[in-house]
């Protein structure tokens, strides 16, 4: 490689650092203890919020904090008591592609304490809201060899999203959820440098770029 694709590469490189990238986070829960209900709590950089009387609580699963046992998974996860919103602190735009849930107590039949379906509604940053419902199968034994948590993948319309909210329908309202999986969420603007700065800066090393080039070729 001569020395002006060499300075070319480097000039493409600079640029693509600063250009804004989209990035996944899978909120997990599990940095957080198990707590009793609340209807505000920050994590991975969402902020989440529940308008429900009972809002929502952390779970370790199993037996602890819960009889009959709740659904288990070796980890920390949220239970609703209803419906649970999650937003971005950046206010950045977001995707969903998918999350895992499951019902509450061991036990429990459509109708009871557990939602039969987990409903969820992103809104849409252009404005409107999409929604897709996912139904629970009632296959729960908390500590045990079966698999509570089903994994649900969200349609491909859940894009561009501003907020999501998981509300459970049927029954009392209430499930469980975990490793909520978000796409696309484009870096935040204050890490971006002003387009102005970039172009002075682009131009500096273009300067210096002829200079070296000139050098090089004089020899
Ligand atoms: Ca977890
Ligand atoms: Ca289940």
Redesign the pocket.
């Known amino acids: 490689m001569n020395l002006k694709r060499k300075f070319f590469s480097f000039f493409l490189v600079f640029f693509a650092f600063f250009l804004p990238s989209n990035y996944a986070i899978i909120v ?3 940095a957080l203890s198990p707590a009793g209900g609340a209807k505000n709590l920050s994590t991975q950089g969402f902020d989440l919020s529940s308008t429900g009387s009972n809002g929502f609580a952390l779970l370790a699963g199993g037996t602890n904090g819960c009889s009959p046992a709740c659904p288990f ?1 070796g ?3 949220l239970f609703s008591f209803n419906e649970v919103t999650f937003n971005l602190q950046s206010g950045a735009s977001f995707s969903l592609a998918s999350f895992e849930g499951a019902e509450t107590n061991q036990g429990q039949t459509p109708g009871g304490l557990t939602a039969s379906t987990i409903q969820v509604i992103g809104n849409l940053a252009g404005g409107g809201s999409v929604s897709a419902n996912f139904g629970l199968d009632f296959i729960h034994d908390g500590e045990g060899p079966q698999n509570d948590f089903q994994l649900f993948t969200l349609p491909g319309t859940f894009v561009n999203l501003t907020s999501v909210t998981f509300e459970g329908i049927g029954g009392a309202g209430r499930f469980t959820m ?2 909520v999986n978000f796409d696309d969420i484009q870096t935040p603007e204050p890490s971006v440098p002003e387009a102005s700065s970039v172009v002075l800066l682009g131009l500096s090393i273009l300067g210096m770029g002829k200079y070296c080039l000139g050098n090089f070729y004089k020899r």
Do not use: G, L, R, S
């Open positions: 997990d829960f599990n998974n980890t920390t996860y975990d490793n």
